[in-house]
């Protein structure tokens, strides 16, 4: 959404009189509009899953995927917090699984303070959760996160800012760009990536992929029909690549850029689809 938001706003200093209205929801829910026609294009933090594509299937609807950036999902805490170091993968998962019996942050460490963790989670439509889902099962086996009385749902990633930022026994997570624009009200927990060594997402570590497991791909998926039809959009997927739109944003929206040459493949892809 950031991304996005950011290439109309640079677009339409090219062609003001385009319109282009860009919704904000998770990536299910982004995907439940697109997959029925009613939208060009979704924005995705994850692939498209199978039951989305058979509902666009279903639909005849047929689309383009595209690369579009790397963001690093970020565990976050209240900058009160001083106890919490770093995180693994499997500690993560043990914490935020579905079958989590961590209530207190002394159940995690005896050091830390006997209080109960509130946590702040995307909602099950998020392509953020999903991402987060799959990094817990493949840590631990659980299938799902956790769900109990001390957790809060939003698809809105500044009411979990405002609600990590104002409790110093908070815990939650989100995309990097909504940190690196509020790193002043909650603290970014290191990771400890597969080398052993406790990594903070940046622009370098995200793209370089030592911060990992939670770098991840982000999408935009293109309805084919659309680049037929539709020469506006055609010229939004084109800016959008072009030097002006995504390289010109990028780092100023908190995402890293995809590997080099992704977006000169993606003009050749959208040329092809367009028949231009």
């Excluded at 995200?206 to 959009?233: E, W």
């Excluded at 959008?240 to 929206?253: K, L, N, R």
């Amino acid at each position: 959404y950031p991304i996005t938001v950011a290439v109309a706003e640079e677009f339409a200093k090219v062609y003001p009189d385009v319109r282009v209205s860009v919704g904000l929801s998770g990536t299910g829910g982004g995907f439940k509009k697109f997959c029925i026609g009613e939208t060009d294009i979704s924005d995705a933090s994850r692939s498209i899953k199978e039951e989305e594509a058979q509902l666009c299937a279903e639909s005849n609807i047929e689309y383009i995927e595209f690369l579009v950036a790397l963001d690093g999902l970020t565990v976050m805490v209240s900058p009160e917090n001083d106890w919490l170091e770093s995180l693994d993968a499997e500690l993560l998962g043990k914490i935020l699984g579905v079958n989590s019996t961590i209530v207190k942050w002394s159940d995690i460490d005896p050091s830390f303070p006997d209080e109960t963790i509130k946590f702040f989670i995307p909602d099950p439509d998020s392509g953020t959760r999903d991402y987060m889902t799959e990094v817990v099962e493949k840590a631990i086996g659980d299938e799902d996160l956790r769900q109990d009385e001390n957790t809060s749902f939003n698809s809105d990633d500044n009411v979990l800012l405002d609600g990590i930022a104002n409790d110093p026994y908070a815990l939650g997570f989100f995309g990097y760009a909504y940190f690196v624009n509020n790193s002043d009200k909650v603290r970014a927990v290191p990771i400890i990536n597969k080398n052993g060594e406790a990594v903070l997402p940046d622009d370098d570590t995200v793209q370089d992929g030592s911060y990992n497991p939670l770098s991840r791909p982000l999408f935009i998926y293109v309805n084919a029909n659309s680049l037929t039809t539709k020469p506006q959009v055609v010229e939004f997927v084109k800016f959008f690549f072009s030097d002006a739109g995504g390289p010109e944003i990028m780092a100023d929206v908190g995402y890293s850029m995809p590997p080099v040459g992704t977006y000169e493949a993606n003009l050749n892809t959208l040329a092809e689809a367009a028949g231009q």
